[in-house]
Nanobody, 121 residues
Framework: VQLQASGGGSVQAGESLRPSCTAS????????MAWYRQPPGNKRELVAR???????EYADSVIGRFTISRDNAKKSVYLQMNNLKPEDTAVYYC????????????????WGQGTQVTVSS
């Protein structure tokens, strides 16, 4: 199973980006999908997660600016990021905690390769 992220980039403060992440391979279902980020010189932190029942959770710093969504048919998760700020600069990683692969459920941390988001003032 691979998680392939894309959609990062370099923007000015106040602009928007919408990274996406797709699971490849014979994945039948996915439990919770999430986005994390790792700013330069800092630890990886949770940005947002969306559970299988579509309930969501956000870091306080992105509430009102970011929206996480998923498309189960496409095995994809998206992060609409509006009104970006320089402090949002980081490598963004998608994450899955549990998935059904070839009919069996597997629990573990599955990570995408990361996509760079750079916001300049």
């Amino acid at each position: 199973v691979q998680l392939q992220a894309s959609g990062g980039g370099s923007v000015q403060a106040g602009e928007s980006l919408r990274p996406s992440c797709t699971a490849s391979g014979p994945v039948v279902a996915i439990n919770t999908m999430a986005w994390y980020r790792q700013p330069p010189g800092n630890k990886r932190e949770l940005v947002a997660r969306v559970r299988s029942d579509s309930t969501t959770e956000y870091a306080d710093s992105v509430i009102g600016r970011f929206t996480i969504s998923r498309d189960n048919a496409k095995k994809s998760v998206y992060l609409q990021m509006n009104n970006l700020k320089p402090e949002d600069t980081a490598v963004y990683y998608c994450n899955v905690d549990r998935l059904n692969y070839l009919g069996n459920w597997y629990t573990g941390d599955y990570w995408g390769q990361g996509t760079q988001v750079t916001v300049s003032s």
